[in-house]
């Protein structure tokens, strides 16, 4: 099992930039694909980032790719995500969420069905 906790989400004005953590306890890290979802108020957790076990793989949705960049140091059990280009369509709590995986170390997940644990999410809030 592995425990998740988020950190770094606050008010930020569009057209800036924010960094969240994500630290993870527990089991090896390095066994675990993980991915960064966002959620808004009546809507379903989306993706946002996904990265592989060995973090040479990622993932985005379209409409972060080329602003947002996840990576990880599986030497400190962390994963980040690097948020520029902040817009407030981008508001939203921010979870990342651990995915076992005994597939190869390039595979990435994108669905939220897939993963097994969540932290408890952070929020980010960006006006205009």
């Known amino acids: 099992q592995v425990q998740l906790v988020e950190s770094g989400g606050r008010l930020v004005q569009a057209g800036g930039s924010l960094r969240l953590s994500c630290a993870a306890s527990g089991r090896t890290f390095s066994d675990y694909a993980m991915g960064w979802f966002r959620q808004t108020p009546g809507k379903e957790r989306e993706l946002v980032g996904a990265?592989?076990?060995?973090?040479?793989?990622?993932y985005y949705t379209p409409s972060v790719k080329g602003r947002f960049t996840v990576s990880r140091d599986n030497a400190k059990n962390t994963v980040n995500l690097q948020m520029n280009s902040l817009r407030p369509g981008d508001t939203a709590i921010y979870y990342c969420?651990?995915?076992?995986?005994?597939?190869?170390?390039?595979?990435?997940?994108?669905?939220?069905?897939?993963?097994?644990?969540w932290g408890q999410g952070t929020q980010v809030t960006v006006s205009s």
């Open positions: 990265i592989s076990r060995g973090g040479a793989t990622t």
């Open positions: 969420a651990a995915k076992t995986s005994t597939y190869s170390s390039g595979t990435y997940f994108t669905s939220a069905d897939e993963y097994n644990y």
